[in-house]
């Protein structure tokens, strides 16, 4: 016959080991979760106000630690989801800000470089007959006006087919800055919004070190 210390023994043996078997579940499903939530999502999200266009991930892509310089082009990545049953057409552009805001940047033009792919193209602009002395010059920019198919969506990516440009920005983007844009739908009322400057997928290098950067005081 086993002895009443015995058993005692074995139920708290058991017991010790749900208890670490539940431990460790916990931090496996910890870990899972904080892997999620730490994921750089820098982008804006918003619609416009009747929900007939979602607007996700709005944000100028990184460069570098520097940013853009002033006058120059930076890109623009976003994506635009059509939730009505009607073509919409969507317009983008950048607004010169009417008081100075330190952090806040403004583009000349914002235009559509390349050929479209998906359920969107650039809206039909009116054009003129190009001249012999133009048959050789660099393709401009279209203007940033885009039909989306009814459910439809488009997507502008650096390095896609067709690429969402800023142009002529009137200071220096630099990360934590925003790029200030106008998008409208149709003729409704434009929505002024904000683009970040996307987290970099990979830890930024701070260059050489300093010789003595580390040292102590002696």
């Given at each position: 016959?086993?002895?009443?210390?015995?058993?005692?023994?074995?139920?708290?043996?058991?017991?010790a080991?749900?208890?670490?078997l539940?431990?460790?579940?916990?931090?496996?499903?910890?870990?899972?979760?904080?892997?999620?939530?730490?994921?750089?999502?820098?982008?804006?999200?918003?619609a416009?106000?009747?929900?007939?266009?979602?607007?996700?991930n709005?944000?100028?892509?990184?460069?570098?630690?520097?940013?853009?310089?002033?006058?120059?082009?930076?890109?623009?990545?976003?994506?635009?989801?059509?939730?009505?049953?009607?073509?919409?057409?969507?317009?983008?552009?950048?607004?010169?800000?009417?008081?100075?805001?330190?952090?806040?940047?403004?583009?000349?033009?914002?235009?559509?470089?390349?050929s479209?792919?998906?359920?969107?193209?650039?809206a039909p602009?009116?054009s003129?007959?190009?001249?012999p002395?133009?048959?050789?010059?660099?393709?401009?920019?279209?203007?940033?006006?885009?039909?989306?198919?009814?459910?439809?969506?488009a997507s502008?990516?650096?390095?896609?087919?067709?690429?969402?440009?800023?142009?002529?920005?009137?200071?220096?983007?630099?990360?934590?800055?925003?790029?200030?844009?106008?998008?409208?739908?149709?003729?409704?009322?434009?929505?002024?919004v904000?683009?970040?400057?996307a987290?970099?997928?990979s830890?930024?290098?701070?260059?050489?070190?300093?010789?003595?950067?580390n040292?102590?005081?002696?």
């Open positions: 016959m086993r002895s009443l210390g015995t058993g005692r023994a074995v139920q708290v043996a058991g017991a080991a749900v208890a670490v539940a431990l460790a579940g916990c931090s496996a499903g910890q870990t899972a979760e904080t892997s999620l939530l730490q994921a750089p999502v820098s982008g804006l999200n918003t416009s106000p009747d929900g007939g266009l979602l607007i996700r709005l944000q100028v892509a990184f460069g570098d630690s520097a940013g853009y310089p002033a006058n120059s082009t930076a890109p623009i990545q976003l994506s635009l989801f059509n939730q009505t049953e009607q073509p919409l057409t969507v317009t983008i552009s950048s607004q010169a800000q009417t008081t100075v805001t330190d952090g806040i940047v403004s583009a000349q033009q914002v235009g559509l470089s390349g479209p792919s998906g359920s969107a193209s650039p602009a009116p003129d007959s190009a001249s002395a133009d048959a050789g010059a660099a393709p401009a920019l279209q203007p940033a006006k885009i039909t989306i198919d009814p459910l439809g969506s502008f990516l650096p390095g896609g087919s067709q690429t969402l440009q800023a142009v002529g920005l009137s200071n220096r983007l630099a990360p934590g800055n925003s790029l200030a844009l106008t998008i409208q739908v149709g003729t409704a009322a434009p929505i002024n904000l683009a970040p400057i987290i970099p997928l830890p930024v290098s701070r260059g050489p070190a300093v010789e003595g950067e040292a102590e005081g002696e």
